[in-house]
Nanobody, 123 residues
Framework: VQLQASGGGLVQSGGSLRLSCAAS????????VGWFRQAPGKEREFVTA????????YYADSVKGRFTISRDNAKKTVYLQMNSLKPEDTAVYYC?????????????????WGQGTQVTVSS
């Protein structure tokens, strides 16, 4: 599976962005997909994840109520709608795909990673 993240950019505080994670490969629909982010000088952190069927979603406390993850398996794409953005959301955002049914917040769960897209929120 190859992943391509896109949709990042510069936005003012309170604004919105939608990130996309487009996949290639026949088995994409069987994978859970997660979004992680990494700010300069900080460790990569979990943002959100969605299971293969989209039945279950998971969010970090810091983004609950502001971010929404969704997927369209027919288009092999996962979306991250980010609303009410804050300067502390500034980071490179990565999408990742992995198998299994638990531990969605752990990077090691994910075998495939996209290249990242920069999100910058100005105050």
């Amino acid at each position: 599976v190859q992943l391509q993240a896109s949709g990042g950019g510069l936005v003012q505080s309170g604004g919105s962005l939608r990130l996309s994670c487009a996949a290639s490969g026949r088995t994409f629909s069987s994978y859970a997909v997660g979004w992680f982010r990494q700010a300069p000088g900080k460790e990569r952190e979990f943002v959100t994840a969605i299971n293969w069927s989209a039945y279950s979603t998971y969010y970090a406390d810091s983004v609950k109520g502001r971010f929404t993850i969704s997927r369209d398996n027919a288009k092999k794409t996962v979306y991250l709608q980010m609303n009410s953005l804050k300067p502390e959301d500034t980071a490179v955002y990565y999408c990742a795909a992995g198998s299994g049914y638990s531990d969605y917040q752990i990077p090691l769960k994910y075998a495939y990673w996209g290249q990242g897209t920069q999100v910058t929120v100005s105050s």
